[in-house]
């Protein structure tokens, strides 16, 4: 994260939701198809942590875990649905707290759109930028996609550092064929 602390990064829009960039230091994120360590509501749209989930879960279901313990393997690569329902016949969902609506991880989904507040504040932190560097996409998805479109429009330098072709390729000042990790060392080495 040196390239952030030297204020050349302004901030990450990511695709991950598993915390790479927030465990490696970043300090500006946008976890643009949210975070697995997150659970949100279907109905009200609260959040919580899924540790807080697994608390209330073991409250609710005691014994099920060591009761399943031997078996989760099996359950896991069961071919046979009935088995799997079986064994899990007796667990008890726990409902949101505040509405009891459904709980789901917060993530976005394939087929899923990315919440609005969430693309506005990546669509913020492009504008504030003076240029966009997209580190190892494909940008396959048109989520990742409409922030390189959205600084070419703006005339910004667009560099793609990516080892294949990527959808934004047409659009870039920049195209790097390289590992993202030799480049963005080499690029902060320079500084
Ligand atoms: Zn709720």
Redesign the pocket.
């Known amino acids: 994260m040196r390239l952030e602390e030297r204020g050349v990064v302004r901030g990450i829009i990511t695709q991950n939701v598993d915390l790479l960039h927030e465990d490696a230091g970043a300090r500006t994120v946008i976890d643009l198809h949210g975070r697995y360590d997150r659970v949100i509501?279907?109905?009200?749209?609260?959040v919580i942590s899924r540790e807080h989930l697994a608390e209330r879960l073991t409250a609710l279901n005691p014994g099920f875990i060591e009761s399943v313990a031997g078996n989760v393997e099996d359950i896991e690569i069961a071919p046979d649905a009935d088995a799997v329902i079986e064994q899990t016949a007796h667990f008890h969902p726990a409902p949101?707290?505040?509405?009891?609506?459904v709980?789901k991880p917060e993530i976005v989904y394939f087929g899923e759109n990315v919440p609005r507040e969430r693309v506005e504040r990546a669509y913020a932190l492009v504008d504030s930028a003076d240029a966009l560097l997209v580190a190892g996409s494909s940008l396959a998805v048109m989520s990742g996609l409409r922030f390189v479109k959205r600084a070419a429009k703006d005339g910004k330098p667009v560099v793609v550092v990516n080892r294949g072709v990527t959808r934004g390729d047409s659009l870039a000042t920049l195209l790097v064929h390289a590992g993202v990790t030799q480049a963005l060392t080499e690029l902060a080495d320079r500084l």
């Open positions: 509501c279907l109905s009200c749209s609260r949101c707290e505040f509405c009891g609506g709980l």
